[in-house]
């Protein structure tokens, strides 16, 4: 392959960009709110992007995907559906053809269905961040907690009733006041997400399960997945960027 192709995720709490050339990948984030702010300009309906200020070569091929309702068109470049790319991008790493993929991202959560590598059916939710990476982020901030500790536990869980991500912080504040272990706090934490998932996992549910996403780093919640739902979780190399990778793979097929 000797084309330059960009893919670019521009997700809701970081922009996350993917570089395919004859020797590889090369990834680089951003924060999106900075992203915008420096790098972003709304010009005739689509996103101008200064290339350059970000220190990126001029690419034959740009194909774009973006967070939910907020898609937008990058000028000069192809944007594809968030789910059409996030599917491509598990589709490469792992290798699978036939899976069901347990997106959760900042804001969002994405479950899809993958039948002989080709999408067959998908379920969204991006009207409430309780099953989301934010809802992990604010209660780490309650816990005092880095989000590498949080990830560490799911044994014995503290039981948090509230579905709500604002209501769940002052939950979790009165279970502090109570003077619970830390660890079953974060265990806790972890089993909700968890839990606020499965409903969605069940409608759409394979043997196997490509967990992508910001999330997908909480090993805690992997292992709970695997447990309840009796399935196996891969999490492939780069779950954070597989969006940005699949809009690589996708503009490799587009002439």
């Known amino acids: 392959m000797k084309k330059l192709i960009l893919g670019i995720d521009l997700g809701s709490r970081n922009v996350k960009v993917a570089l395919l050339d004859s020797e590889g990948f090369r990834y680089y984030r ?55 790319a996030h599917v491509l991008g598990a589709v490469h790493q792992t290798g699978l053809k036939d899976f069901t993929l347990m997106d959760l991202g900042g804001q969002d959560t994405k479950i899809a269905k993958v039948a002989n590598g080709r999408l067959i059916d998908f379920l969204t939710n991006d009207k409430c961040a309780a099953s989301s990476g934010r809802y992990l982020e604010n209660m780490a901030i309650v816990l005092e907690m880095p989000l590498e500790e949080l990830g560490k536990h799911s044994e014995d869980p503290v039981e948090l009733s509230s579905t709500c991500a604002v209501f769940g912080e002052s939950e979790l504040i009165g279970q502090i006041i109570e003077g619970l272990p830390m660890e079953r706090l974060a265990a806790g934490v972890n089993q909700t997400i968890v839990r606020r998932v499965k409903p969605m996992l069940r409608q759409l549910l394979s043997k196997t399960v490509v967990f992508t996403g910001g999330v997908a780093f909480n090993q805690a919640i992997k292992e709970i997945v695997e447990e309840e739902m009796n399935v196996k979780v891969i999490v492939p190399p780069e779950p954070q960027l597989n969006g940005a990778i699949g809009c690589c793979i996708f503009g490799m097929d587009v002439k």
């Open 30 to 84: 951003y924060d999106t709110m900075e992203f915008y702010r420096r790098y972003g300009q709304r010009v005739g309906g689509s996103l101008r992007i200064d290339f350059p200020a970000l220190g990126l070569p001029r690419a034959e091929k740009v194909v774009s995907t973006g967070y939910g309702r907020l898609t937008v068109q990058v000028e000069g470049g192809t944007v594809i559906p968030e789910i059409k």
